[in-house]
């Protein structure tokens, strides 16, 4: 018997150190590990310890005869890595961890997502280090809260590892704080040896096309922060009477997205999904996604596992073109020979599959499109229509493609732009427009000269752009906890000013409604008791003033 990592997988690597035959991979410290969608274990080497399934925070890993009929497929898809990957035997022993210098280390870290949580995590592992957190919203969390799709509840498993974190004797929350806003960064520096930013990346990526500000032209972050209850969005109104809506980008946000339009409302009322956003779905006349990407099927964004949770949603047709399953000349020469890179050659299987299926006769469907492109959003005050062109390669090596002269016209009444997320400027630090990140080196944050600004550091999305996800901000997180900690030892950290001591009294002063770890546990608690009464695991309060209330252990 073997285990089986299946489709929940986080990437973040807490399995790898505790198996005692490494047979899980990619590790964080194989190349791979930075671009892989999910971990996979060798059937042939597992010996069915059971190590991994007690540390695994998504409850992804699975023995082999417990899988049910949706999960058999990654039976497959772990043994399949295996056959194109060479990977070395042994596990690599962490290093011994070298004294901190005498006295307590103060970090201050900004946002509370997964990044500032595994920086945090690093950290607090040492008692003489303090680390205050620092969140704009009344909720922690980041994306795990208002991003992970309502219908995914094993990915929001790694709250766990958070709330262990958060319960450390040496750590703080300074939750409903703006930096920028209630304190600025210069004072932050100001009080504490090293300030981490990690507030993520918070805008969408534009499409750069004629219409894109026409209504009914969307983000869909903004669509994601809308369903899963993020204050900044609970007013908003979407219209959901038309049958038709397009997704421009095939990255898992996308799926997601087509997934909360044409999942049947009363499997949704069972998860943590908006209220809000509940009744609206409930009303929906949405029948058809359409998920659209500009190249082809070889270099789609989504990862495996949610293009295969597609074609496992009850009364929904997957329905793909089969002339749209290009390939280039080297993809589709390695795939004939057998020698792609398994986790492509799945795609490409998993969507030949889907399309000679041909769909079932559902009354709704989802349809993926490959090599096309969006050239303009058509209507007056409205989106009407979406003028699109097809695509084909250019080259037969690396994917890169180009528009003809075919035209494709999609009726719709709305589009939403899933081609990714963004970083937004930071008060008091460099910024580089082009990538959406502040400059940085290992996470020590640099100026125009390209020297180290001392005690600033970023991590996430804000430090490398918005790929990877929770394993890869894990590693990211650790790596800038573990730039400040050296700084730490090699003494270039500057000493504070001012003592972190008077924060308190000073957000108060300016009128800011601090919430603390007391507060957050009672707005936690509110909403899965309110939860408990209609099964689900919490309702989510929405607006910032209850949850306040909330806060002080108000109904």
């Known amino acids: 018997m073997t285990h089986v990592v299946t489709q929940p997988c986080c990437n973040d690597a807490s399995c790898v150190s505790v198996c005692p035959v490494n047979c899980i991979h990619p590790t964080p410290a194989e190349p791979e590990f930075l671009t892989a969608e999910m971990l996979y274990i060798d059937p042939e080497t597992c010996i069915d310890c059971g190590a991994c399934i007690e540390e695994c925070p998504v409850q992804a890993i699975i023995p082999d005869d417990q899988l049910d009929e949706r999960d058999e497929p990654y039976l497959a898809i772990n043994a399949a890595y295996y056959d194109d990957h060479d990977v070395e035997g042994g596990l690599v022993r962490p290093t ?60 929001k498993g790694v709250e766990r590892a958070f709330l262990s974190t958060a319960s450390k004797k040496n750590f703080e929350y300074f939750l409903s704080v703006e930096v ?20 993520g990346a918070s805008t969408d990526k534009r499409l750069g096309i004629d219409g894109e500000e026409l209504s009914g032209s969307i983000a869909a972050t903004d669509f994601v922060a809308w369903y899963n209850g993020h204050p900044d969005h609970a007013e908003r109104i979407y219209d959901l009477t038309a049958e038709r809506v397009v997704i421009v980008g095939n990255g898992n946000v996308a799926l997601d997205v087509a997934r909360i339009l044409l999942t049947d409302p009363d499997a949704l ?21 359409v998920i659209m ?38 993809t589709r020469q390695a795939f004939d020979a057998g020698t792609l890179d398994s986790t492509i050659a799945t ?46 390669f250019i080259t037969a090596s690396d994917g890169r493609v180009r528009a003809t002269d075919q035209e494709i016209v999609i009726r719709t009444p709305m589009v939403l732009r899933a081609i990714g997320y963004r970083g937004r400027p930071v008060d008091g630090l460099p910024f580089d427009n082009t990538r959406g990140i502040v400059p940085n080196e290992t996470g020590r944050v640099v100026d125009p000269a390209g020297d180290p600004v001392r005690g600033v550091y ?23 906890a573990a730039a400040v900690l050296a700084d730490h030892i090699a003494g270039r950290l500057p000493a504070p000013t001012t003592s972190r001591d008077d924060v308190t009294d000073l957000l108060a002063r300016r009128g800011a409604s601090r919430i603390d770890g007391n507060g957050w546990k009672n707005i936690d608690k509110a909403e899965k008791s309110a939860g408990r009464t209609s099964g689900r695991q919490r309702v989510k309060l929405v607006h910032n003033s209850a949850l306040r209330l909330a806060a002080v252990g108000g109904a």
């Not at 997502?113 to 280090?129: I, W």
């Not at 009354?363 to 229509?385: H, Q």
């Not at 999305?461 to 890869?472: Q, S, V, Y």
Request: hydrophobic content about 40%; proline content about 4%.
């Open 293 to 330: 990407g500009r190249r082809g099927i070889a270099q789609a964004a989504y990862t495996n596992s949610e293009f295969l949770a597609m074609g496992q949603l009850d009364g929904v047709d997957v329905v793909i073109d089969p002339d749209e399953l290009g390939l280039d000349d080297e």
């Open 96 to 155: 011994k961890a070298q004294p901190l210098p005498d006295g307590e280390l103060h970090v201050a870290i900004v946002g509370s997502g997964p990044a500032a949580f595994y920086a945090a995590e690093e950290l607090v592992r040492r008692s003489s280090v303090r680390v205050d957190m620092f969140e704009r919203l009344p909720t922690p969390y980041g994306l795990v809260r208002a991003g992970v799709a309502p219908d995914h509840p094993s990915t």
């Open 180 to 199: 920028g806003t209630d304190i600025t960064h210069a004072e932050l520096a100001d009080r504490y040896h090293a300030v981490i930013h990690a507030s």
């Open 458 to 480: 970023v991590a996430g999305w804000l430090k490398r752009g918005a790929t990877g996800g929770i394993g890869m901000n894990r590693l990211c997180g650790h790596e800038t």
């Open 269 to 289: 009322a069972r998860t943590d999904i908006a209220d809000h956003a509940l009744a609206v779905l409930r009303e929906s006349r949405v029948r058809e996604v």
């Open 347 to 392: 795609k490409i299987r998993l969507a030949q599959e889907y399309a000679r299926q041909g769909g079932a006769g559902e009354d709704r469907r989802v349809v993926f499109r490959y090599l096309v492109s969006p050239v303009e959003i058509v209507g007056e005050r409205t989106v009407d229509k979406l003028r699109c062109v097809r695509n084909e």
